[in-house]
C-alpha cells in the first residue's frame, strides 16, 4: 500500500495574495475560471456556481502537492463510475491510482471509493480547526479495513489569504497530514 508522504518545497512566505484580499460574498456564488502557476505549469479551475470558492484554492494546493508524485494528476477530471473526483490520477489503463477529494463528508462515497476503486489512496483535503472531530467520524463510519487507504491533509483555515495566483507556495506549517 502505497503512502506519498508530502515534502514541502519551498521555505519562503509570501505576501498575502491582493486576489483573495479582493474577494467579496458575490464571488462566492458565481463561476469563475481561476487560473494559476504551479510547479511551473499553467493550471486552470473552473468553479461551478454551487461549489464553495475555498474548494478551488484546496484544489490547487493539492496539484501543487501531489503532482510531484503523480504524473498524470488531473484537476476535475471525467467522471469515473458513479463519483467525479476533485482530483484523480490515473495509470496507463486510465484507472485512478490516487484519488484527492476537498472538503467531502460523504463517508458512503468515501467508503464506496476505497472499495470499488482500484486506488492505492484517498487524500481527503480538509481545512478545520478541529480536525480531530473529522478524523473520528471517518474512524466511525468508514470501516476500518479501508483506514489504510485513506489520508488526511488538512491546511490552516487561513490559508486562502496567502495563494499568490502567481506562483502557488506551500509551506510545511500551512498543513498537516494525518494517517487513519
Partial sequence: MKKTEVIPFEKKVPDISEIALELNSDDFQ???????????????????????YVNVFLKILSYHLYKPFYNSLKIDPEAYKKYKADLAAFNYSNEPVCWIECLERDYEKIEFICKHMPIEE???????????????????????????????????????????????????????????
Fill in 30 to 52: 458565481t463561476k469563475k475560471k481561476y487560473n494559476f502557476n504551479s510547479n511551473k505549469e499553467s493550471v486552470s479551475i473552473f468553479k461551478p456556481e454551487n461549489e464553495e
Fill in 122 to 180: 484517498i487524500i481527503l483535503v480538509e481545512i478545520s480547526n478541529d480536525i480531530d472531530v473529522y478524523l473520528n467520524e471517518l474512524r466511525k463510519k468508514v470501516h476500518y479495513k479501508y483506514h489504510d487507504f485513506i489520508s488526511v491533509v488538512n491546511f490552516d483555515p487561513q490559508i486562502a489569504y496567502y495563494i499568490d495566483p502567481q506562483e502557488v507556495v506551500v509551506i510545511k506549517d500551512w498543513y498537516e497530514v494525518y494517517h487513519l
